[in-house]
C-alpha cells in the first residue's frame, strides 16, 4: 500500500529531525489540550444551580483587603490572581468562556469580608471566589459559603485544622510550615530555647499553640516567652525588653500586616539583629520586607513553600510577566504565589469536571495538578489542600531570599495532625 507523503517512520532519521518532529507532535498535543480546555459546551450543560455564567462570560469574586493594615500583604494576591485570570484569559478562558471579575474590598474588617462574600454568592451568583488572607477573615465567610454552597480559593499559609467542601487551601497548613520549620530550626541553628510573638487573632495564637506543642513535647524543648499584639500596633518596646531578658536562642515570630514594619524597625534599633539573634518568621514574604526594608531583617529567616529568587523555569516566567504587568520594582511574596495558584486550579477542575457547578468542582478537585505552578509542582489532595515543599529563607538586604533549605520531597497536606488539636 502507497504510504501517504506525510508518513516518515521507514525514513532514516537524524537526532535534529528527531528533536523537530517530536516538538511539532508535542506542539500539536499542547494546542489538542488547549482546544478542549476552551471548547465551549452548552450553557445548560455547564451551570445548572443558577451561577454567572452566558454562553460568552463566566463571573468570578475577589475578595481582599485593598485598604487597612492587611493591604500590605494581600495586595500581592490581588495582582497574582488578576495576572492568572488574563492569561486565561488569553488562552480563550474556561470552557469556552471569558473571566470576567468583581473586586470586593474587605477592608482588614472581618464583618466586612462576611458581608462582601454574601454578596458576591447571593446577589452576584460568582462561580467561584479568590480571597481572604487572615484566618479572621476565613473564619468570618466560611459559614457563608458553605450555607450558599460558594467556592473560595483561600491562598495564605495557615494554622490547620480546618477541612470544608466548599474552600480549596492553596497555601500551607502547619506541618509543611510551622513544624517542618522548627525541625529545621533545632537541627540546622541548634536552637533549645524559643521566645513566641505574634499578633492577636486566630492564626497566630493557634500557629503558637501548635508551635509549643512541638517544641515542648517532640523536640523536648523550652519556650521562654509568648506574647501577643493587636493587629496595627506599632509599639513593640516592652516586648523587646522581654525578649531581651528571656535571652531566647529563637525569636518565632508570626507578626502580620502593617505591625511588621514597626516590629523589625525597632528590633533593630534595640540592636536585635541577626548577627546577635536568630529570628525565624512563618509571616514574613517579600511584599512585607518591601515596606519593612531589607536592611532591617537582613539575616533572619522565613520559612515558606516561596521565594521570588526561586530557580526553575516555571517560576522565571512568572516573575518576568509579573514585573510586566505590575512594573519593575515589584515584588513577590508566598501568599502572592498562592493566590497566583488559585485561578488555574479553578480553570483545570471545571474543564475536569466539564462544569462551574460547586458541588461537581469540589468532587472533580482531587488530584488536580498544576505543573507550570511557580514553586515547582502542586497537586490538590482530597482534603482539598496542596502538596507542597517546605523552604527556609535569609533575609537579604535588597529585599529577597536566598534559599538555604528545602524539604526533600513534596510534603503531603495534614490539616488536622494528630496531637496537635
Excluded at 500539536?28 to 460568552?56: E, I
Excluded at 505574634?198 to 516567652?225: C, F
Aim: net charge neutral; with cysteine.
Amino acid at each position: 500500500m502507497k504510504k501517504h507523503p506525510s508518513d516518515l517512520s521507514d525514513l532514516p532519521i537524524s537526532s535534529d529531525r528527531r528533536q523537530v518532529l517530536q516538538g511539532i507532535v508535542g506542539l500539536a498535543l499542547a494546542a489538542a489540550t488547549m482546544r478542549a480546555g476552551a471548547q465551549k459546551l452548552p450553557t445548560s450543560q455547564v451551570n445548572t444551580t443558577k451561577l454567572a455564567v452566558t454562553d460568552t462570560e463566566v463571573i468570578v469574586g475577589q475578595l481582599h483587603s485593598a485598604t487597612g493594615t492587611m493591604a500590605i500583604s494581600e495586595t500581592g494576591s490581588i495582582q497574582a490572581e488578576q495576572l492568572a485570570i488574563d492569561q486565561i484569559n488569553a488562552m480563550g478562558g474556561v470552557l469556552g468562556r471569558q473571566i470576567k471579575v468583581i473586586k470586593e474590598d474587605g477592608a482588614s474588617d472581618w464583618p466586612t469580608f462576611a458581608e462582601k462574600a454574601k454578596k458576591l454568592l447571593v446577589n452576584d451568583h460568582v462561580a467561584s471566589v479568590f480571597g481572604c488572607w487572615t484566618s479572621a477573615s476565613r473564619k468570618a465567610v466560611l459559614p457563608i459559603f458553605e450555607k450558599e454552597n460558594g467556592m473560595l480559593y483561600y491562598p495564605t499559609f495557615y494554622e490547620g485544622l480546618e477541612q470544608s467542601k466548599n474552600v480549596i487551601y492553596t497555601g500551607q497548613e502547619a506541618t509543611q510550615q510551622i513544624l517542618w520549620g522548627l525541625d529545621w530550626a533545632s537541627k540546622d541553628l541548634g536552637t533549645k530555647t524559643y521566645f513566641l510573638v505574634g499578633s492577636d487573632y486566630i492564626w497566630p495564637r493557634t500557629s503558637m499553640k501548635i508551635a509549643r506543642k512541638h517544641i515542648e513535647g517532640h523536640l523536648n524543648q523550652k519556650v521562654v516567652g509568648e506574647e501577643y499584639y493587636p493587629l496595627g500596633n506599632t509599639n513593640f518596646n516592652s516586648l523587646i525588653n522581654k525578649i531581651k531578658a528571656a535571652k531566647p536562642d529563637l525569636i518565632y515570630a508570626a507578626v502580620v500586616g502593617g505591625s511588621n514594619v514597626a516590629f523589625y524597625k525597632q528590633l533593630k534599633a534595640a540592636g536585635i539583629t541577626s548577627a546577635k539573634q536568630k529570628l525565624l518568621t512563618i509571616s514574613v514574604t517579600e511584599d512585607e520586607l518591601l515596606g519593612i526594608g531589607g536592611e532591617n531583617t537582613e539575616g533572619f529567616y522565613s520559612c515558606m513553600k516561596y521565594f521570588q529568587s526561586l530557580d526553575n523555569e516555571n517560576n522565571k516566567k512568572f516573575v518576568a510577566a509579573f514585573k510586566e504587568k505590575y512594573g519593575a520594582k515589584s515584588v513577590i511574596g508566598d501568599v502572592t504565589q498562592a493566590g497566583y495558584l488559585g485561578p488555574w486550579l479553578w480553570k483545570y477542575t471545571c474543564e475536569k469536571a466539564g462544569s462551574f457547578d460547586v458541588d461537581k468542582i469540589a468532587a472533580a478537585s482531587t488530584g488536580i495538578e498544576f505543573k507550570g505552578a511557580p514553586e515547582g509542582y502542586v497537586r490538590i489532595d482530597d482534603n482539598h489542600h496542596l502538596f507542597s515543599k517546605a523552604r527556609i529563607g535569609q533575609m537579604l538586604a535588597d529585599g529577597q531570599f536566598k534559599v538555604v533549605a528545602e524539604s526533600p520531597e513534596l510534603i503531603k497536606p495534614d490539616p488536622f495532625p494528630k496531637g496537635y488539636q
